[in-house]
């Protein structure tokens, strides 16, 4: 403003001093004319002299107002150029040209609302480029720029001309098409072109770099007329596609959007309920086939939730993973099973079940052993399953983690052995003390070859490696007689009963004196055979 306001000055003084030398220059130079006239006939040259030099100044101050002028001229050009540059970058992303998501929603608005005229519908696409940090990390950022404007040529090579493109931020770009709304397979073919166009290499120095894209579509004629609800639920659509396995499109569907409330809601009552203590342990027995004998419990979390009824960690334990919430979920339940379990007989061993991002915590030996401190539960009689995928990450960590454990008397067993790699460098990487062979296998082998090949193969290779196998997922009396008949020694499942809760498993204890003498309180049988007596399907 004051820069405003002090060229004004100027421009005002400039002005005042060009008009007064032009009226000096009319007057004197009328003078002057008339001197050098005179002058040429001989008269009065002192007077003559003064008009010249009068008539030179006006010419000079008229050449300053004209040089000024020119300055000014060329001063509003620039200011009115830069003017232009700024609205264009508030509008503009200065990496690929793209709209920015301000002016997209501008323009995307404007599209709407003359394509209602028109009787046709927008449809918007949001594109998320898969696992682009990498580029970055692996390549550094101006590779990942160069893959970024890749990204937005290929865009527009493969939208319709009058397509509304924009860079959201990051690697997160959307487009706004125009379509008939009884054709939408324009679109469809549209957003697979996009889709295969990103995932063609980028040549970058002398090597190449890929990234692939996932795609959500939301269409205005459906799924709703305004800017601010089809980003949203073209973004739905997008993390739908990236759940599904990256690299393709998904159009927005209504069960996607119940999908995630359902989702937000259960993360927002985990969080109340952990604190809450609403993660309880479950108990399923681990049984010896050749005896009947109770062995040990595998402890199960399960979530009682006053909302939702009985959780399955099938649907919990995944998002307590992604959300970092495993930890203390686990901790919490954890607490629980060793305090439940602390008075049950020295020979019953517990099994915890340890998630793969678990074990990237350099500190889960010290809070485990704390834990087993705090809670006077002996460490020999904890067993720790943990799967394949736990070793993908940071196998040197796993390893140290493991070792630590192991020290405190803590066996480790591979659990859901089967369903990864199923390596064999995996199975030597870790001191494991057992494999636990996938229920799937299991339940499916009376009348799945495959399975049952593959249930034998993996009882032989435990013989050969010295490790005890277990099988889980044994749901009948005839899958039991075959794995007696393949030499295994250990299963569980519900033929022997389904996870029970704490009072359970006590009634249980009680009945077969395998509770602390105080604590039997429940009537005895004189049956020794406690898993037998426990298991409601033999
Ligand atoms: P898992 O460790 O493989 O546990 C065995 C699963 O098989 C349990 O499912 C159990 O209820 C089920 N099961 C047992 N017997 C049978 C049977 O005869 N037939 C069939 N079809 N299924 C049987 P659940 O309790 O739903 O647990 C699922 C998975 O959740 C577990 O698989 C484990 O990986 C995970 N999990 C459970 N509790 C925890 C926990 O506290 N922490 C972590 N990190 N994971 C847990
Ligand atoms: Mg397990
Ligand atoms: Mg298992």
Same mark, same amino acid.
């Given at each position: 403003?004051?820069?405003?306001?002090?060229?004004?000055?100027?421009?005002?003084?400039?002005?005042?001093?060009?008009?007064?030398?032009?009226?000096?220059?009319?007057?004197?130079?009328? @003078?002057?004319?008339?001197?050098?006239?005179? /002058? #040429?006939?001989?008269?009065?040259?002192?007077?003559?002299?003064?008009?010249?030099?009068?008539?030179? #100044?006006?010419?000079?101050?008229?050449?300053?107002?004209?040089? $000024?002028?020119?300055?000014?001229?060329?001063?509003?050009?620039?200011?009115?150029?830069?003017?232009?540059?700024?609205?264009?970058?508030?509008?503009?992303?200065?990496?690929?040209?793209?709209?920015?998501?301000?002016?997209?929603?501008?323009?995307?608005?404007?599209?709407?609302?003359?394509?209602?005229?028109?009787?046709?519908?927008?449809?918007?696409?949001?594109?998320?480029?898969?696992?682009?940090? +990498?580029?970055?990390?692996?390549?550094?950022?101006?590779?990942?720029?160069?893959?970024?404007? /890749?990204?937005?040529? $290929?865009? +527009? @090579?493969?939208?319709?001309?009058?397509?509304?493109?924009?860079?959201?931020?990051?690697?997160?770009?959307?487009?706004?098409?125009?379509?008939?709304?009884?054709?939408?397979?324009?679109?469809? $073919?549209?957003?697979?072109?996009?889709?295969?166009?990103?995932?063609?290499?980028?040549?970058?120095?002398?090597?190449?770099?890929?990234?692939?894209?996932?795609?959500?579509?939301?269409?205005?004629?459906?799924?709703?007329?305004?800017?601010?609800?089809?980003?949203?639920?073209?973004?739905?659509?997008?993390?739908?596609?990236?759940?599904?396995?990256?690299?393709?499109?998904?159009?927005?569907?209504?069960? %996607?959007?119940?999908?995630?409330?359902?989702?937000?809601?259960?993360?927002?009552?985990?969080?109340?309920?952990?604190?809450?203590?609403?993660?309880?342990?479950?108990?399923?027995?681990?049984?010896?086939?050749?005896?009947?004998?109770?062995?040990?419990?595998? %402890?199960?979390?399960?979530?009682?939730?006053?909302?939702?009824?009985?959780?399955?960690?099938?649907?919990?334990?995944?998002?307590?993973?992604?959300?970092?919430?495993?930890?203390?979920?686990?901790?919490?339940?954890?607490?629980?099973?060793?305090?439940?379990?602390?008075?049950?007989?020295?020979?019953? +061993?517990?099994?915890?079940?340890?998630?793969?991002?678990?074990?990237?915590?350099?500190? #889960?030996?010290?809070?485990?052993?704390?834990?087993?401190?705090? +809670?006077?539960?002996?460490?020999?009689?904890?067993?720790?399953?943990?799967?394949?995928?736990? #070793?993908?990450?940071?196998?040197?960590?796993?390893?140290?983690?493991?070792?630590?454990?192991?020290?405190?008397?803590?066996?480790?067993?591979?659990?859901?052995?089967?369903?990864?790699?199923?390596?064999?460098?995996?199975? $030597?990487?870790?001191?494991?003390?057992?494999?636990?062979?996938?229920?799937?296998?299991?339940?499916?082998?009376?009348?799945?070859?495959?399975?049952?090949?593959?249930?034998?193969?993996?009882?032989?290779?435990?013989?050969?490696?010295?490790?005890?196998?277990?099988?889980?997922?044994?749901?009948?009396?005839?899958?039991?007689?075959?794995?007696?008949?393949?030499?295994?020694?250990?299963?569980?499942?519900?033929?022997?009963?389904?996870?029970?809760?704490?009072?359970?498993?006590?009634?249980?204890? /009680?009945?077969?004196?395998?509770?602390? /003498?105080?604590?039997?309180?429940?009537?005895?049988?004189?049956?020794?055979?406690?898993?037998?007596?426990?298991?409601?399907?033999?």
């Amino acid at each position: 403003m004051r820069s405003q306001s002090s060229s004004a000055q100027s421009d005002l003084l400039t002005g005042g001093i060009v008009l007064a030398a032009t009226i000096l220059f009319v007057s004197t130079g009328g @003078a002057t004319v008339s001197s050098a006239i005179k /002058a #040429l006939v001989g008269l009065g040259a002192g007077v003559e002299q003064v008009m010249t030099t009068a008539l030179l #100044l006006n010419v000079a101050l008229i050449l300053f107002g004209y040089r $000024r002028y020119r300055d000014l001229k060329v001063e509003v050009k620039h200011r009115t150029a830069a003017e232009e540059k700024a609205r264009e970058l508030a509008g503009t992303d200065s990496l690929t040209g793209f709209y920015n998501r301000r002016k997209f929603e501008e323009e995307g608005a404007a599209l709407i609302a003359r394509m209602q005229i028109k009787g046709k519908a927008v449809a918007l696409m949001m594109l998320d480029l898969d696992h682009f940090k +990498t580029v970055n990390d692996i390549h550094g950022h101006a590779a990942g720029d160069a893959m970024l404007k /890749a990204v937005a040529e $290929r865009i +527009t @090579a493969n939208v319709p001309p009058e397509t509304i493109s924009a860079r959201l931020g990051g690697d997160e770009f959307a487009c706004a098409c125009a379509f008939e709304s009884d054709a939408p397979d324009e679109m469809e $073919r549209v957003a697979d072109a996009l889709v295969n166009a990103i995932i063609e290499p980028v040549p970058h120095q002398n090597g190449e770099l890929s990234v692939s894209t996932s795609l959500g579509v939301a269409r205005s004629d459906r799924d709703g007329d305004t800017m601010d609800m089809l980003l949203r639920r073209a973004d739905i659509a997008m993390y739908a596609a990236k759940n599904a396995g990256r690299n393709q499109h998904f159009w927005f569907s209504g069960p %996607m959007e119940d999908e995630l409330f359902r989702r937000n809601a259960v993360e927002s009552g985990m969080r109340q309920g952990i604190a809450a203590g609403e993660f309880i342990p479950y108990y399923e027995q681990q049984v010896d086939l050749n005896t009947g004998n109770l062995l040990g419990f595998e %402890m199960l979390a399960r979530w009682e939730s006053p909302v939702l009824g009985l959780v399955s960690p099938d649907d919990f334990i995944p998002i307590a993973e992604e959300t970092g919430m495993i930890g203390s979920l686990s901790f919490a339940v954890m607490r629980r099973a060793f305090t439940d379990a602390r008075d049950w007989d020295p020979s019953l +061993t517990l099994s915890v079940n340890i998630s793969p991002s678990q074990l990237r915590d350099p500190w #889960l030996s010290q809070k485990l052993l704390k834990l087993l401190t705090e +809670t006077g539960f002996p460490p020999n009689r904890l067993e720790i399953e943990i799967t394949e995928t736990s #070793l993908y990450d940071n196998l040197g960590l796993a390893q140290t983690i493991i070792a630590s454990l192991k020290n405190q008397g803590i066996r480790v067993a591979l659990d859901d052995f089967g369903t990864g790699y199923s390596s064999l460098a995996h199975l $030597r990487a870790l001191p494991f003390d057992r494999i636990k062979i996938d229920r799937s296998f299991v339940t499916s082998m009376m009348g799945n070859a495959e399975s049952a090949a593959i249930v034998q193969a993996i009882t032989r290779l435990g013989d050969s490696l010295g490790l005890p196998v277990t099988a889980e997922g044994i749901e009948s009396k005839d899958i039991e007689q075959r794995l007696l008949s393949l030499g295994l020694a250990k299963g569980q499942g519900w033929h022997f009963g389904k996870p029970m809760t704490v009072e359970a498993a006590r009634e249980l204890l /009680a009945a077969n004196k395998m509770l602390a /003498a105080e604590e039997e309180a429940a009537p005895l049988t004189d049956e020794p055979n406690v898993a037998k007596s426990a298991a409601p399907g033999r």
